[in-house]
């Protein structure tokens, strides 16, 4: 199984990103897909993760401003990000739990700066 991400990059404050997440291989079910990150001098943590038939969790800090949304057809998990601080700055990283395994991306650089 492989992640493939896209949608990274340099955004002004208040502007917004959309992160794209596609997984590949032998997968007849996903049961978790979502994004973590990790900021500069920070821990990993989860930003916004959409079990299969399930609630969405999103952080706290991201509650308001960013969405994750899956289309299953596709294997595919986006993350709209609006109203993009500078905390937001990280290497965002998709991830999907298969059939009890953690899979990872490689990461996405977000640097929100003016």
């Known amino acids: 199984v492989q992640l493939v991400e896209s949608g990274g990059g340099l955004v002004q404050p208040g502007g917004s990103l959309r992160l794209s997440c596609a997984a590949s291989?032998?997968?007849?079910?996903?049961?978790?897909m979502g994004w973590y990150r990790r900021a500069p001098g920070k821990e990993r943590e989860l930003v916004a993760a959409l079990p299969s038939g399930g609630s969405v969790s999103l952080a706290d800090s991201v509650k308001g401003r960013f969405t994750i949304a899956r289309d299953n057809a596709k294997n595919t998990v986006y993350l709209q990000m609006n109203s993009l601080k500078p905390d937001d700055t990280a290497v965002y990283y998709c991830?999907?739990?298969?059939?009890?395994?953690?899979?990872w991306g490689k990461g996405l650089l977000v640097t929100v700066s003016s």
């Open positions: 991830h999907a739990l298969i059939y009890g395994v953690n899979y």
């Open positions: 291989g032998s997968i007849f079910s996903i049961n978790v």
